[in-house]
């Protein structure tokens, strides 16, 4: 039968070890990124950002890495708490659109204490 | 911190019976978003607002939708006639600036339940 929902990617770490998500955008003109957050019941929580016209950017705890050539997003949580648990998403604004956000499916992220 | 609010957290609703949802954006925020969030599905975009008149919608966003800034601090999304498939979860966010620049910053949403 079809499914009718995401299957979403799951990690589970170690607390303590540091996280890894993985994102693949869609569109070659997207110029804008976003990692959100999102804990059961919650919206969205934003956590970096990055511009296309750099390929790394690092926040508290939190590192997005850009490789445009492949169309290529991740973050990278370090020292991952049992808090970070959540289902991240990834974001893309396609240059010339008015906000429009794309998002990813979402993997789901467990941390083990 | 400067949060977005939605009310309410849990409408539900008749099929066919009109729903408006009910958004405080951050004060100092110039653009709007409302998205949606089918369960167990991705977060979908249904329009942007800015300088009072929409700067851009989805296909989602049909002729059933609309939204309003009645006052200097809601904004409202409002569907006339529900159908069954409007069943979701629904976002406001808000952006100091245009979103592909600035980051939006989202509401915890309001569920809508279609009977």
């Known amino acids: 039968g079809e499914s009718v929902g995401l299957h979403l990617p799951t990690l589970s770490v170690q607390e303590g070890d540091n996280s890894i998500i993985n994102c693949a955008y869609s569109n070659s003109a997207s110029d804008y990124f976003i990692w959100y957050k999102q804990e059961s019941g919650k919206g969205p929580q934003f956590i970096i950002d990055?511009?296309?016209?750099?390929d790394k950017r690092q926040g508290q705890r939190v590192t997005v890495l850009l490789n445009k050539t492949v169309k290529h997003l991740s973050l990278q949580i370090a020292a991952t708490q049992p808090g970070d648990s959540a289902v991240y998403f990834c974001a893309e604004n396609v240059g010339g659109s008015q906000g429009n956000l794309i998002f990813g499916k979402g993997t789901k992220l467990s941390v083990k204490p | 911190e400067p949060e977005v609010t939605q009310t309410p957290s849990h409408q539900v609703t008749q099929m066919g019976q009109e729903v408006i949802l009910r958004c405080v954006p951050i004060?100092?925020?110039?653009?709007f978003y409302w998205y949606r969030q089918i369960l167990g599905q991705k977060v979908e975009f249904l329009v942007s607002f800015y300088n009072n008149e929409i700067s851009e919608k989805s296909e989602i966003f049909d002729d059933q939708f609309s939204v309003e800034r009645p006052d200097g601090s809601n904004f409202t999304l409002k569907i006339r006639s529900t159908k069954l498939e409007d069943s979701a979860m629904y976002f406001c966010?808000?952006?100091?600036?245009?979103?592909?620049?600035?980051?939006?910053?989202f509401g915890d949403g309001t569920r809508l339940s279609i009977l």
């Open positions: 990055i511009r296309s016209n750099m």
């Open positions: 966010a808000s952006s100091v600036g245009l979103g592909r620049n600035q980051p939006q910053h």
């Open positions: 004060s100092n925020h110039l653009y």
